[in-house]
């Protein structure tokens, strides 16, 4: 997700973001705000439940039925395409492992564990994320690898959740083979990525794959009409197909451009005159007209419609994405 952390050098995780919570000065009003600035949205609304995840129950639900069954891997990789959920499991399943009443798949949300690791949570010593986008080399790897055996501080296990994996390096894999291969009982390791293919096949093959797919669109516009309730912000109905299609199937992007959407809203809400102007999409009055031009044979209403969509300082390339 968004928010890093260092290979294996890092100091206690800073949940979600990789910050401890004595970096980030919070007012008393309220868990979402930090330093008199509103969370992004997709952060304020991140799951904290495989329940709360959308769109992935190909996934949620063996994972779940894994936990209750106590055949909990030691090696996980989760793929799939940007903001559609690998992290943010990732880190519900570390929930679920450390909960003091778990394994389970319904954490508590009550014991020390779930606290440090729930949304707005200090993070916890013993679940550490990595971003292997920076932190990628033989030496980070040989780093972890020696820190790996020290058993887990205060929790049941020790969690390395390894993001942008396919940016570890082949050296870097295969130091880290060994550990993967045949870790010690207080040892998990979920790596994320957006390119399984990259990830070498000695490591790809001691894991469990689950691949995440996008979000269809109908399920994505029912959790942003939900999101946008809980805001209190009035929203026209037919902004939310624009917003999906803006997204594509990432819950993170779509939630980012709602973000935008909500933030400048003026008393009526979000209008569709509004979002189709931020977002560069065509009336779809311009469309039927230009359509209906077409149809009727008429140029000069169609080149009437094309003046209308440069005079309003749009791209007349453009003029048909909608």
């Not at 969370?39 to 949620?60: C, D, K, N």
């Not at 790596?191 to 797919?213: C, D, L, M, N, W």
């Not at 996008?214 to 624009?242: F, K, M, N, Q, S």
Request: aromatic share 8%.
């Amino acid at each position: 997700m968004r928010g890093g952390s260092c290979f294996a050098r890092c100091a206690p995780h800073a949940w979600p973001d990789g910050h401890g919570a004595s970096d980030r000065p919070r007012l008393s009003v309220g868990a979402d705000i930090v330093v008199g600035v509103s969370l992004a949205l997709y952060r304020r609304y991140r799951p904290e439940s495989f329940a709360e995840v959308i769109g992935q129950e190909h996934v949620t639900d063996p994972l779940q039925q894994a936990l209750r069954n106590n055949r909990v891997n030691h090696a996980y990789l989760f793929s799939g395409p940007r903001g559609c959920g690998k992290t943010t499991s990732a880190r519900i399943l570390a929930r679920c492992l450390n909960c003091e009443q778990g394994p389970t798949p319904t954490p508590c949300g009550e014991c020390q564990s779930c606290r440090d690791l729930a949304r707005n949570g200090p993070g916890s010593i013993d679940v550490i994320e990595i971003d292997a986008a920076s932190h990628g080399g033989v030496d980070d790897a040989r780093d972890l690898r020696e820190k790996a055996f020290f058993g887990p501080a205060g929790s049941r296990y020790k969690i390395y959740i390894i993001d942008e994996a396919h940016m570890v390096t082949p050296a870097g894999f295969n130091a880290l083979l060994k550990v993967v291969e045949e870790p010690p009982e207080h040892l998990k390791f979920i790596f994320a990525t957006t390119e399984p293919e990259k990830v070498i096949g000695t490591i790809r093959s001691r894991t469990h794959h689950y691949p995440f797919r996008l979000v269809p669109p109908g399920t994505l516009r029912d959790y942003l009409a939900e999101v946008c309730a809980r805001e209190a912000i009035p929203v026209e109905p037919v902004v939310y197909p624009l917003v999906v299609r803006a997204g594509a199937g990432s819950v993170r992007d779509s939630m980012s451009v709602m973000d935008q959407l909500l933030a400048g809203a003026g008393e009526a809400g979000v209008t569709y005159t509004m979002a189709t102007a931020l977002l560069g999409y065509t009336d779809a009055a311009l469309l039927d007209d230009v359509v209906d031009a077409f149809a009727a044979g008429d140029g000069a209403a169609a080149f009437e419609v094309v003046d209308r969509v440069i005079e309003g300082g749009n791209d007349p390339r453009r003029c048909g994405i909608w």
